[in-house]
């Protein structure tokens, strides 16, 4: 059964699935479109162009009319996690009959976590959507009916990201200066905290922020104006300290819901843009409730039409799982006609690329169908060798982020105990690990921690060979990875746009597809 879905409003996203297969999940920003932009038609030709027939089913993934989720409904909705907003109707598309569906916002989250989970269908699972309106625990049953265990939190991700904007002299007044990129600062932001105790403003200002009703439509920061805390700005210590605190008090809040009531030993689904907090991650991981705990690598909006599709699926076959990849994006575009100026076009090998990282060079890598969900995993990262802190000054500089933001580390998977406090794999870059390697200083962040990406041979062979060239070359099978885009744009997706980029950076070297440039004075 083919089902093609969409996502509206930000994070815009067309997914196909194919007889329980993820054949593609196109998210509009990434195309070099603003972060979290909504569905465009580019979007939209670029997946009918890949649909090889025509769909049995299209899915309208619930979402709203307008900004918040108060609004009107769009198609079902966003709130509901039973079946009983579910939207089953035949429409017309292109002169031909076909089902149409349509299920909740909240359903998305939780269908797109247990769809993608290694869990077999019938294994009962626990699910938490921590995002920036949910904060709630459910059952997943035998049967695939989700029960509601618990309520914990409104508005847990915008409570989350509110201190941020408090403290940030640059923030809007309305919608409680609302920003996507908040919470992933302040996540970085926590891990400069000292230990200080908590003090009694920070514990009002917690309190407060935690008690608010619709935060964002209720609360400007204005109303903390005589707060100490009010515009303080990112670079105070008070400030840091007291993220980490608001961050624990908010994971503390749901830790002593779950050791009540979810006590039957199943494993962990975890959905929601709280999903991409590695340090929350980790402590699910450790908190030593569950067997397991799994984290799609796409937990925030970017997986809900890949949810709707799993929900239409179930309904309409009884199967809810499918078998996917990382790398199911837009394919990379080779629209380059010549080496841009300034650049020589060199034949592609590792063994090049190894030693430009090792003397010093920072490189971009543009191969094969992008990554789905936010994390670049090296299809469209930048990549750069770990030694040194100046190469992550440089690659703030190039990428025009803030200094206290940390670079993470992609490593091969058999290395990562002796790099890094980890066994397992992390192919996602979704858990924090202490660094055991005092080598890798730019990979390192304030608390000792980083956020590791492991690669087996057969997830990236390129990343995987590069990895193993650096090795031979240094001893350290480890590099700097972050993500290949335009200032407060998605994933670069075409050549013509990754020599601008390299031009402008400036990068010393990118590979495009199958082909490598090179600086001139390299």
């Known amino acids: 059964m083919r089902v093609l879905s969409f996502k509206p409003g930000h994070d815009g996203t067309v997914a196909l699935i194919d007889d329980g297969t993820l054949v593609f999940s ?16 580019s979007t939209l030709l670029d ?24 609004d009107r409904p769009l ?26 569906f349509s299920s909740t916002h909240e359903r998305s989250h939780l269908m797109s976590a247990y769809g993608m989970s290694p869990y077999p269908q019938g294994e009962p699972c626990y699910a ?29 991700g915008n409570k989350y990201q509110y201190l941020y904007s408090l403290a940030d002299p640059t923030s809007a007044t309305v919608n409680g200066g609302f920003r996507f990129s908040n919470a992933g600062k302040l996540m970085a932001l926590t891990g400069y905290a000292d230990g200080a105790p908590l003090t009694d403003e920070g514990r009002r200002v917690i309190e407060w922020i935690l008690s608010r009703t619709s935060i964002l439509l209720t609360s400007p920061k204005e109303l903390l104006a005589t707060s100490a805390f009010h515009d303080i700005g990112l670079d105070s210590q008070e400030l840091r300290n007291l993220a980490a605190h608001h961050s624990a008090a908010i994971f503390d809040r749901f830790y002593r819901v779950a050791s009540l009531r979810l006590t039957k030993g199943y494993p962990l689904l975890i959905a929601g843009g709280c999903g991409l907090n590695c340090d929350w991650n980790t402590r699910w991981r450790e908190c030593g409730l569950f067997p397991d705990v799994f984290v799609p690598p796409c937990p925030n909006d970017s997986g809900s039409a890949i949810g709707t599709a799993v929900d239409a699926q179930l309904r309409f076959t009884g199967s809810a799982k499918i078998s996917w990849s990382v790398y199911s ?41 992008a990554e789905i969900g936010p994390r670049a995993l090296g299809n469209r990262s930048l990549l750069a060798a770990p030694f040194s802190t100046s190469v992550r000054d440089r690659l703030n500089e ?19 105990g002796q790099h890094f406090a980890w066994s397992g794999t992390s192919p996602h870059m979704l858990y924090f690990q202490k660094v055991l390697d005092p080598r890798l200083a730019a990979v390192t962040h ?40 335009f200032p407060g744009r998605g994933f670069i997706n075409s050549a ?26 390299r």
Not at 77 to 88: K, Q
Not at 130 to 148: H, K, L, M, Q, S
Not at 453 to 464: F, G, H, I, K, S
């Open 75 to 100: 198609g079902a909705g966003y709130f509901g996690w039973d079946d009983s907003r579910t939207i089953i109707a035949t429409r017309r598309l292109l002169g031909r009959e076909v089902r149409y």
């Open 329 to 369: 994006g837009q394919p990379f575009l080779d629209d380059l006609a010549q080496a841009p100026a300034g650049f020589r076009e060199v034949l592609p090998d590792v063994d090049h690329l190894a030693k430009l990282l090792a003397d010093g060079a920072v490189i971009a890598i543009a191969q094969g169908p």
């Open 496 to 521: 013509q746009d990754l020599a601008e980029y390299a031009a402008s950076a400036p990068l010393d070297a990118f590979a495009a597809g199958n082909r490598l440039f090179v600086r001139d004075d």
């Open 398 to 416: 190039i990428k025009s982020r803030e200094e206290f933001r940390p670079i993470a580390p992609v490593c091969r998977e058999q290395d990562v």
């Open 128 to 156: 938490l959507i921590w995002e920036g309106n949910i904060g709630a625990f459910y059952e997943i049953g035998p049967d695939v009916t989700i029960t509601r265990i618990a309520h914990v939190m409104d508005d847990p």
């Open 446 to 485: 304030a608390d000792g921690t980083a956020r590791t990406q492991t690669v087996a041979q057969d997830e990236n062979p390129l990343l995987y060979r590069l990895l193993t060239a650096f090795a031979e070359r240094t001893g350290v099978g480890v590099l700097c990875n972050t993500s290949l885009n």
């Open 26 to 41: 196109f998210e509009s920003e990434k195309d070099s479109f603003p972060r979290y932009a909504d569905l465009a038609p």
């Open 47 to 70: 997946a009918l162009e890949h649909c090889e027939d025509f769909p049995d089913a299209i899915c309208l993934s619930g979402w709203v009319k307008g900004f918040h989720s108060a």
